[in-house]
């Protein structure tokens, strides 16, 4: 196999000990030529992550608070790793240039960076890979908008240079050199940029987790892993709010057409859940997921000949515009249709939008359901084939849930649901237990 990018979260290099688990995933596999890190995390619950304590810093700084005694316990952590790895890199020259820039009045950002900064220094000298920081390397313009092909060509070039090398994730720089942390995805993204430079053979992104769940484990208990899904089938689940990764951190390779590992630091062995262009063959199971949100507002529509209302539609979207709230989905029949919002996004303009409605739209009627949850069940494998919502409307009858809503894409991949809240986790665990342990025949 070729180049393998490895990027590893916070929980897997949080200490010594966890670090040491990482370097016998390296050594395993000599592939593994480019490593991404996070900074530190959590050694247990109540402990702090590194990045929050710099953030913390910062906050000191901006109120006039001495900052010392939390600077402190943040060298006190990376020379504990540093003592115990037993590696020496002069951490103290590092600690007191990044204290002397915190004095001059340095940027949330700069300050923050530093965690991903120091650990990658640390775990370069401990695997013996060279450091390579991506200050200059992953670039931003002056509104902070990654600029992706300066960026891929600057990596490219770099890496080249290094047979193997640690990268640290999480941050690049603006055209003056200043630094600039990406705000979603952190490292992750790092990573994926990474992989394609290199056009890498896989990307792994070593978690705390052995891969993504068939549904969430707090709702159906010792659900399924994915073993395999598709970019399609995540983007999918993650909009329906399955906990993945952000779309920021997966286009990237999914433009280079790369797939993404998702591993277990704690379990190496366990083969994760991997995440590819197109969707692989499928078992027995139809469905690769199931993922849902609560707290939605339906409001349905209804007016004779609506078909036959020239700009219907455009007129009803152009009222949430105008009140800047966003649609979730738009089921619609000849003459009815229903808009979907959530309440989060409401933000009581509830009664202004439906007066709107009614003055500009003139309709028969408007029926607003409150408490509502949407449910996603998605996969590829349910395209063209036979009794699929039969078998789904025939667990949720059997359980007593009253679907309020259907919506279903066009790839046939996915049907949507509404339900009332107070049924959302009982539908979840009928859908599971008919599409995932009732054998399909």
């Given amino acids: 196999m070729g180049i393998k990018v490895a990027k590893f ?75 115990n790895l037993g590696v020496n890199v002069n951490l103290q020259q590092e600690f007191n240039e990044i204290n002397n820039n915190l004095k001059s009045g340095a940027s949330a950002d700069y300050i923050a960076s530093r965690g991903e900064y120091l650990n990658a220094i640390l775990i370069a000298a401990y695997l013996g890979y060279d450091f390579v920081d991506t200050a200059g390397l992953i670039q931003f313009d002056e509104r902070g908008k990654l600029q992706n092909e300066k960026t891929n060509t600057a990596l490219r070039e770099e890496l080249l240079k290094h047979e193997k090398a640690v990268i640290p994730g999480f941050y690049g720089t603006y055209p003056d050199g200043k630094i ?30 052995s891969g993504f769940l068939m549904a969430d484990p707090r709702i159906v208990k010792q659900a399924k892993p994915i073993s395999t899904i598709s970019y399609k089938e995540l983007r999918e689940l993650s909009y329906m709010g399955a906990s993945v990764l952000h779309e920021d951190a997966i286009y990237p390779v999914r433009a280079a057409d790369i797939p993404i590992n998702i591993r277990n630091t704690n379990e ?17 199971t139809i469905i690769s997921g199931i993922a849902g949100n609560k707290d939605f507002t339906v409001i349905g529509i209804y007016k004779n000949m609506m078909n036959e209302d020239k700009g219907f539609v455009r007129r009803l979207l152009e009222i949430l515009e105008n009140y800047d709230v966003p649609l979730e989905h738009m089921p619609s029949g000849i003459d009815t249709i229903s808009i979907v919002i959530a309440d989060k996004n409401l933000n009581g303009k509830l009664d202004d ?25 998605v996969g590829s494998g349910m395209a063209k084939r036979y009794g699929v919502s039969a078998k789904l409307f025939t667990a949720l009858s059997d359980v007593g849930v009253n679907v309020r809503m259907i919506d279903q894409g066009s790839s046939e991949m996915n049907i949507i649901i509404g339900v009332e809240n107070k049924d959302f986790e009982t539908a979840i665990k009928a859908i599971y237990s008919a599409f995932v342990e009732t054998p399909v025949k």
């Fill in 9 to 83: 979260g916070g929980s897997s290099v949080s200490d010594a000990i966890q670090l040491a688990k990482v370097k016998e995933i390296i050594d395993y596999d000599p592939n593994r030529r480019y490593v991404v890190v996070s900074a530190p995390g959590k050694r247990f619950n109540e402990d702090n992550k590194i990045t929050d304590l710099l953030y913390l810093c910062k906050a000191h700084i901006d109120h006039n608070v001495s900052y010392d005694q939390i600077f402190q316990v943040i060298c006190d952590r990376y020379v504990g790793i540093e003592y």
């Fill in 180 to 209: 600039k942390t990406f705000s979603r995805g952190g490292s992750d993204i790092t990573g994926s940029l990474v992989a394609r430079a290199v056009n890498a053979d896989v990307y792994e992104n070593w978690t705390d987790v």
């Fill in 268 to 284: 190496p062995k366990a083969p994760g859940t991997t995440i590819t262009a197109e969707a692989g063959p499928k078992d027995d």
């Fill in 353 to 377: 939008i439906i007066e709107e409605i009614q003055r500009a739209l003139l309709p028969d009627t408007i029926d607003v359901h409150h408490k509502m949850a949407l449910i996603a069940t």
